[in-house]
């Protein structure tokens, strides 16, 4: 499975931006999840589209994320709404087949992974 992650970019504060990951290899039944890493920081959980059903979102992004999935495309997106300074950094998709919900914040949870894509919210 491959992932291309795309859409990254430098927009200002309050703006919105959607990232897209490319997953032709992952089903619809699998988890597609989205985790970033600030400078200096570790890489975190953003949020995960479950199996192609439900999706889960950091506290962080809650309410301004939304991810969604185009099952003829196999895409899965990344919509960022309200963007702050706070939300720049590396973006990435991951895929995964198996696991329970509660477990997808974690990234052994996934077996593949993009490259990532560059996200600078500037004030």
């Known amino acids: 499975v491959q992932l291309q992650a795309s859409g990254g970019g430098s927009v200002k504060a309050g703006e919105s931006l959607t990232l897209s990951c490319a997953a032709p290899g992952a089903t619809s039944s699998w988890s597609i999840g989205w985790f970033r890493q600030a400078p200096g920081k570790e890489r975190e959980f953003v949020g995960v589209?479950?199996?192609?059903?439900?999706?889960y979102y950091a506290d962080s992004v809650e309410g301004r994320f939304t991810i969604t999935r185009d099952n003829a495309k196999n895409t899965v997106s990344l919509q960022m709404r309200s963007l702050q300074p706070e939300d720049t950094a590396v973006y990435y998709c991951a895929a995964g087949s198996t696991g329970i919900l509660s477990t997808m914040r974690n990234q052994n949870s996934y077996s593949y992974w993009g490259q990532g894509t560059q996200v600078t919210v500037s004030s």
């Open positions: 589209r479950w199996r192609g059903q439900r999706t």
